[in-house]
């Protein structure tokens, strides 16, 4: 804009609010003075109501005593734990179900993508209806109904039913034996490492023997074989033992064994059930979207069945798939704080609930809740811009 | 075979297939017993079929409570339904807490709605362009003081007595519509080259699209107040609406980002040859045919809206879920054993036909876009 | 125009004879028939490819042109009669269906190729995977059939970053890589922009002098008059009439030759 008359050759002058890039810093000038002035007149208000409230700000409070009891973590609780232990346990209980609620949501949903384009008629009926319903009917709803109307309607405790392996499901959630390997089994594990390792140096051979004598090596059945055989093999020699210790039922609960809670696990069975059907669709569409004419090519080369769809059909579905299918395991993350509504305890109930009630501190707590998502949400789309960069087809 | 050539001096005409193509033998043996695989498929499916279907028959009308049954005899069945629970509770669930003598008001305005919605549905129905008018800007001032009450001797009606399917279909109308305006600027100013209104764009967007709505709502129920002049109260629909609105836009920007990047460069040169200006360039060439394309994408917002608004509990409203949860949790004289049940199932039929008729209507406008533009 | 064409026919013509006394026939059809469902698509096909032959296959849209040639790597099925390819008759036998495909490669009218591969991996995927070829000879395969259709410089490259020609003659290089005793193209020219077209042909030409066996569906009269040993006009998914090029083109014996002639090269 000062180059306009800094040019001997001066352009006839324009009314200045003409000029585009004035215009431009005009715009933005107002729109950004109004959102400041916005921000200060909310400022302004919050700190005012809170001094009427006789309300003090700060994150002092996460280093004082929470005193609640939380009913499921993994970290060590107790109530005399911090606000900030209590963010750690509630990132925790949302990251676990998270992790094993896309484990599921993958397997199943992947299954009935599959099914849906299944040339038989019964199985893509019963997998289209699965995905029409499931995805109609809010996740909410679905939660209340595995937990209010399916895990909560269990018999007591002491009417438990009775499941195979020493298991037993009742109200209070899905208790099995807790296996508690001895010294010894470190072996195993060892060997379960090696078997690995090893699968993957033998992946590496037999590619490079392929290479370089076109010969063919049964990779998938001899790599099941060593991870089975070398790890049975350890656990016999070295004489490893697994003791279990199994729920037994005492007075008023089970005592000892692993404990499930109904929480977990309707929250577990709603998330994965919902978002299985989202990434059925998701792997549908991305295996249409690979051109017929793609299979034709793989089958007029001689291509047989199996190498057609590992070299030639997946590789393209999965370029198609994988970036929605990101976004559907963010989605379930973020849907995992619906566990509030039934008393999960993942960091929405524990810190946006719990904690915000008894410390005042609003704003603070609903701020670190929302952190923590924006990070998930960052970190996500930080790993997809690189895998879409990675595998994005070249054109012209 | 010759080599001097060959004619054929008759033609052959076309004879049915040596197997039969149709009947249905013919469609089982493609369909269900193609391979051994296949095969084994069906006999797996139709077990899992004889397991699941026989058994929900039988919960929701084999074995069921009719809805003039009685509670008694709900409570002497052990596998059916209790449909006589929803049925008199059915004012709760779709009224709320709503004045019982005053429900024809909800019922003019629920009529009303659909009277001037479902035409702007039908692509075929002419005067678009008032009855999206009257439907954005006259209904919503007459179905308010309808509802609410307190003018020309209509008794007053506070929000905190509307509930059930009714706050449902309000909140999702209200916020969609709302979100939709805030939506659009938002993808224009994601795509502005102005950088401080790009920045506040994409950090709205962003930052919304990456917490839940239920922190969101949070955050409208507890901080809202917060925020506003001392001494000024927030009704609690309206925190509702707010949040909700504030979520929905930044997705719909998305939705309508996607629609604009799908518009041909040649269209923003063409209308700027024109000599029109920029919102003039918008309101004309671009928008028109950018939401036109996205009518399947806004839809299925809307669909996820209408399955989020039952998380409005937060802020204290009862929609139609948790008008069905309270009832199931405090209405004693109704408990049984299917009690909670059936109510979370009638909750699930109501939310399932609305969202399922909406994605066959989006369905049906993608189908019909599709073939708009080939030809 | 018509005078190289006269010259490339008659010794077209010869080789054919030469082979079809010698050797057993590359493709024989005897009186087969196929329906999609009720609709009787192919009528009483009966055809001989001798080894060595060129044949080009012209006719309307939808007269089963496609489904003729996609009958011969079966990539369709067919009802009735039988199709015998390198003296394998192909049935619902999976193992002679590979077998006959690893010997005849097919060219698509709309490229096909796989746009995750980069031009080389195109061309090695199936020497490698099918025939069991060492990656070093593969590649060294590709490379001088890449030479052959004159695009070496772009074997590192994504077909995506190619023309329409250079990526129809990476196609028939892939193809050419599994080393096909006959090729089989579907309208491989009409994808295509005009100056491009030129360039595939003059590709398809030169197998054909160096004695390829093929079956070609197109539109080009002038590569039918110049390569081919015989003309094919199918109309109604049967064969109307045949002939050597010469006769076809300036003899058509029945209405409906004629008419498509007069139509197609007005
Ligand atoms: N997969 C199919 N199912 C049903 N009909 C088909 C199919 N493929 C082709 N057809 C029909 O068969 C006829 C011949 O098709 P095609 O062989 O592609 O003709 P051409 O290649 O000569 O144009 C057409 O009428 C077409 O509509
Ligand atoms: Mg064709």
């Known amino acids: 804009m000062t180059a306009l008359d800094a040019g001997p050759t001066e352009a006839p002058r324009t009314f200045f609010f003409n000029d585009p890039v004035i215009r431009g810093i005009v715009y933005q000038i107002v729109v950004g003075l109004i959102l400041v002035s916005f921000i200060a007149w909310i400022i302004g208000n919050t700190a005012a109501n809170l001094a009427a409230q006789n309300k003090t700000t700060g994150f002092d409070f996460l280093w004082k005593t929470a005193g609640f009891d939380i009913s499921f973590s993994l970290l060590p609780w107790s109530r005399a734990s911090t606000y900030w232990q209590a963010f750690l346990v509630g990132i925790t209980n949302t990251l676990l179900v998270a992790f094993i609620g896309i484990v599921v949501a993958t397997i199943l949903g992947f299954t009935i993508g599959i099914a849906r384009l299944s040339s038989n008629f019964i199985i893509s009926s019963l997998a289209t209806v699965y995905v029409e319903t499931i995805r109609n009917i809010p996740l909410l709803l679905q939660l209340f109904f595995w937990y209010f109307a399916v895990l909560k309607t269990m018999p007591a405790v002491r009417d438990s039913y009775e499941l195979p392996l020493d298991s037993f499901i009742n109200q209070r959630g899905i208790f099995f034996p807790q296996p508690l390997p001895d010294a010894q089994f470190g072996f195993v594990w060892i060997g379960l490492a090696v078997a690995i390792v090893g699968v993957l140096v033998l992946r590496r051979w037999a590619r490079k023997r392929l290479e370089a004598t076109g010969q063919r090596f049964p990779v998938f059945l001899t790599s099941l074989a060593v991870l089975l055989v070398l790890p049975a093999l350890v656990w016999l020699i070295s004489g490893a033992q697994v003791a279990f210790d199994p729920p037994v039922l005492g007075r008023f609960n089970f005592e000892g064994g692993v404990q499930l809670p109904p929480e977990f696990l309707a929250l577990l069975f709603g998330l994965s059930i919902y978002t299985a059907s989202f990434i059925a669709e998701t792997v549908r569409g991305g295996i249409q979207a690979v051109n017929h004419g793609q299979t034709e090519a793989a089958q007029s080369l001689g291509l047989k069945e199996g190498d057609r769809l590992r070299l030639v059909i997946v590789p393209q579905a999965m370029r198609v798939i994988v970036p929605p299918l990101t976004s559907q395991y963010l989605n379930l993350t973020k849907n995992s704080s619906l566990g509030a509504a039934i008393g999960y305890p993942e960091l929405v109930n524990v810190f946006s609930g719990t904690a915000l009630n008894q410390t005042g501190r609003a704003i603070e707590c609903i701020a670190l809740t929302m952190l923590v998502y924006l990070i998930l949400s960052l970190l996500t789309s930080a790993i997809m811009n690189w895998y879409n960069a990675r595998v994005t087809l070249v054109e012209r | 075979m010759t080599d001097t050539g060959y004619v054929r001096s008759e033609l052959v005409a076309a004879k049915p297939a040596p197997n039969p193509t149709s009947g249905a033998v013919v469609w089982a043996k493609k369909n269900l017993f193609a391979t051994p695989m296949d095969a084994l498929l069906t006999a797996f499916g139709v077990l899992f079929l004889l397991w699941v279907v026989p058994p929900f028959f039988n919960f929701v009308l084999g074995h069921a409570v009719g809805p003039m049954g009685t509670v008694e005899e709900c409570r002497a069945i052990t596998a059916g339904a209790c449909w006589a629970y929803v049925y008199n509770e059915m004012e709760f669930f779709i009224y709320g807490f709503y004045d019982i003598p005053q429900l024809w008001r909800p019922n003019i305005v629920f009529a009303l709605g659909a009277l001037l919605f479902v035409p702007l549905l039908i692509p075929k129905l002419p005067f678009k362009r008032i009855n999206a008018l009257l439907f954005l800007f006259v209904y919503p001032v007459v179905a308010y003081f309808l509802l609410a009450g307190g003018v020309f001797g209509l008794s007053e009606m506070p929000t905190e007595k509307w509930g059930g399917l009714l706050v449902t279909l309000i909140i999702s109308v209200v916020g969609i519509t709302l979100a939709f305006p805030l939506g659009i600027v938002l993808a224009l100013g994601r795509q502005s080259t102005l950088p401080v209104i790009k920045t506040i764009c994409v950090t709205f967007i962003e930052l919304i699209r990456s917490v839940p709505l239920i922190t969101i709502l949070f955050m409208a129920s507890i901080m809202l107040p917060l925020f506003m002049p001392q001494g000024m109260t927030v009704d609690k629909l309206l925190r509702a609406l707010v949040g909700v609105t504030l979520f929905t836009s930044a997705y719909l920007a998305e939705v309508v980002r996607g629609g604009l990047q799908a518009i041909p460069r040649g269209q923003y040169e063409a209308a700027a040859s024109l000599g029109l200006g920029y919102w003039q360039r918008m309101y004309f060439i671009i928008l028109p045919q950018a939401l036109k394309h996205v009518i399947p994408g806004i839809v299925n917002s809307f669909i996820a809206l209408f399955k989020d608004t039952s998380l409005v509990y937060i802020v204290g409203m009862k929609d139609l879920l948790e008008a069905v949860k309270t009832k199931n949790d405090s209405a004693l004289e109704w408990q049984s054993a299917n009690t909670a049940t059936t109510g979370y199932l009638f909750a699930a039929i109501v939310f399932w036909a609305f969202c399922f008729s909406m994605s066959r209507y989006s369905m049906f406008m993608e189908r019909r876009l599709n073939t708009g533009h080939k030809r | ?266």
């Open chain 3, 1 to 266: 125009m018509s005078e190289p064409s006269q010259t490339t026919a008659a010794s077209g013509q010869a080789t054919r004879q030469d082979k079809a006394t010698s050797t057993k026939p590359a493709i024989e059809i005897i009186g087969m028939h196929k329906w999609y469902g009720d609709f009787h698509v192919l009528r009483d096909i009966n055809l001989t490819v001798g080894d060595g032959e060129r044949i080009v296959i012209a006719g309307p849209s939808g007269s089963g042109k496609s489904t003729l040639i996609r009958c011969v790597n079966r990539l369709e099925e067919h009802q009735e009669g039988q199709i015998i390819v390198n003296g394998v008759e192909l049935t619902a036998d999976l193992k002679r269906i590979d077998e006959v495909r690893r010997e005849v490669g097919m060219v698509f009218q709309h490229f096909n190729l796989f746009p995750h591969l980069t031009i080389l991996q195109n061309l090695t995927l199936a020497p490698i995977w099918v025939r069991g070829t060492p990656k070093a000879a593969a590649e060294a395969t590709a490379m001088h059939y890449l030479e052959r259709v004159k695009i070496p410089e772009q074997a590192n490259k994504f077909p995506g970053q190619l023309s329409g020609g250079q990526q129809q003659r990476v196609a028939i290089a892939r193809s050419l890589c599994m080393q096909p005793r006959i090729m089989l193209f579907d309208e491989p020219t009409s994808a295509l922009d005009p100056e491009m077209v030129k360039e595939v042909l003059d590709v398809m030409i030169s197998l054909a002098e160096e004695g390829m066996t093929m079956i070609c569906v197109t539109h080009e009269m002038g590569f039918a008059r110049q390569v081919a040993d015989r003309v094919i006009f199918m109309d109604q998914g049967q064969i109307i009439e045949q002939n050597e090029p010469e006769q076809f083109f300036s003899n058509p014996q029945h209405e409906r030759t004629k008419l498509f002639l007069s139509q197609i090269l007005h």
